[in-house]
């Protein structure tokens, strides 16, 4: 164990994960976010650090298929996982239905909310294919956007839903 910037011992573990479908073994300091280790450790960094807090879900990534808030997890905590970010949606060069309806729709303008959205979007339309409004803005209420006014979102994720997305 080495001393951290306050003198108090720091540990590392090494973590073995799955990510957008490659295997990823490293070692980590047990206190680094899971957020800072997709950015920082495998330069994955369509997911983005908003608040720190769990409250903007721009950091939103799947853990063995479920939603969950990057910068409230340890890279620890995700050892022997399974992990999609915004990067694991495309497939062969080709945007998913959800980033195609984003760019029909105009549904991002800074595009800062954009993955976190597109993640928690996606984990909506894997579970329930056919949402009505009211369930697609309950499943996006945990991401926050200061652009948009979430109507042009709200609409690109009923398009995708429907299949109504440009080639």
């Not at 879900?57 to 808030?69: I, M, N, Q, S, Y």
């Not at 993640?119 to 200061?146: F, H, V, W």
């Amino acid at each position: 164990m080495e001393a951290g910037t306050n003198g108090a011992p720091t540990s590392s573990r090494v973590v073995h994960v799955e990510v957008n479908g490659e295997r990823h073994e490293r070692e980590v300091d047990a206190r680094r976010l899971l957020v800072h280790f997709l950015r920082d450790e495998l330069d994955l960094t369509g997911t983005h650090v908003g608040c720190d807090t769990g409250n903007c879900g721009a950091c939103t990534v799947h853990l063995d298929g479920e939603a969950v808030k990057s910068c409230m997890l340890l890279a620890v905590q995700a050892d022997g996982t399974t992990i999609t970010t915004v990067e694991g949606l495309e497939e062969d060069g080709r945007l998913h239905p959800l980033q195609q309806a984003f760019s029909d729709h105009h549904a991002l303008q800074c595009g800062y909310c954009t993955p976190g959205m597109l993640m928690s979007a996606k984990y909506l339309l894997d579970n329930n294919p056919e949402p009505t409004e009211a369930e697609i803005r309950k499943a996006l209420q945990g991401n926050i956007c200061r652009c948009t006014g979430y109507v042009n979102i709200i609409e690109a994720v009923a398009a995708a839903a429907k299949g109504e997305v440009s080639a």
